[in-house]
């Protein structure tokens, strides 16, 4: 069963443009965490938030966690070529998670 | 530098053919995973581990089996390919249970069944 679901499918940018990915889940959680998967490759871990956390940086990026609204946004600042890829979501509970469709983002030069 | 390696990046198999698909870790993980990504699908888990010997279904356990006799190695078994089975297998570990922890991921293995 899936739990996060990502928004947009699918995203645009140029170079030096901020993108915005949105991430809604179903149930309560205990983490909720970000990766990026480069075109078929395998996923890579960007971030985790807790659920008792409302926000966290890293570098380039911004996450957001809102239990409430049971939703998440990863910001991702002056972006570049090579952010090309897609973005997943994934919610945490017991060392597995459960992860959405992605957002695939093009980041054009 | 942490490490997950799966066999194969790519393998070609028949219909009705046994297929093992081998993952290693080298982090002394205690999890580890085995998930299929299609596309609209996103990622599905289909079984995973939390200790040796020990195995647990995921969201989609039909038509496969997993072996775990080693702490860092995690078989994923195609008991008969199908077609539907085409797809990209990726295997994961991580850390502990409890809370949930970062997941690293192989690079996948992309499965055709013909």
């Known amino acids: 069963s899936q739990q996060g679901e990502e928004d947009p499918q699918a995203l645009s940018i140029q170079e030096g443009e901020n993108a915005t990915m949105n991430c809604s889940y179903k149930?309560?959680?205990?983490?909720l965490q970000w990766y990026r998967q480069n075109s078929g490759r395998g996923l890579v871990h960007l971030i985790l938030?807790?659920?008792?956390?409302r926000e966290k940086h890293s570098g380039r990026l911004r996450v957001t966690l809102d239990t409430s609204k049971k939703s998440s946004s990863l910001l991702i600042t002056a972006s570049r070529a090579a952010d090309t890829a897609s973005y997943f979501c994934a919610t945490g509970s017991a060392g597995k998670s459960t992860f959405g469709d992605g957002t695939t983002l093009t980041v054009k030069p | 530098d942490v490490k997950v390696t799966q066999s194969s990046r790519y393998l070609v198999k028949r219909t009705g053919e046994k297929v093992f698909l081998e993952c290693v870790q080298d982090m002394d993980h205690e999890n580890m995973f085995w998930y299929r990504q299609d596309p609209g699908l996103g990622l599905r888990l289909i079984y995973f581990s939390y200790d040796v010997k020990m195995k647990e279904k995921g969201d989609i356990p039909e038509g496969y089996s997993v072996s775990r006799e080693k702490k860092e190695r995690f078989s994923l078994i195609l008991e008969s390919a199908s077609t539907n089975q085409t797809s990209m297998y990726l295997c994961?570990?991580?850390?502990?249970?409890?809370?949930?922890?970062?997941?690293?991921f192989g690079q996948g293995t992309r499965l055709t069944v013909v």
């Open positions: 938030i807790r659920s008792n956390e």
């Open positions: 149930t309560s959680i205990n983490n």
């Open positions: 994961a570990s991580s850390a502990a249970r409890g809370l949930g922890t970062e997941a690293f």
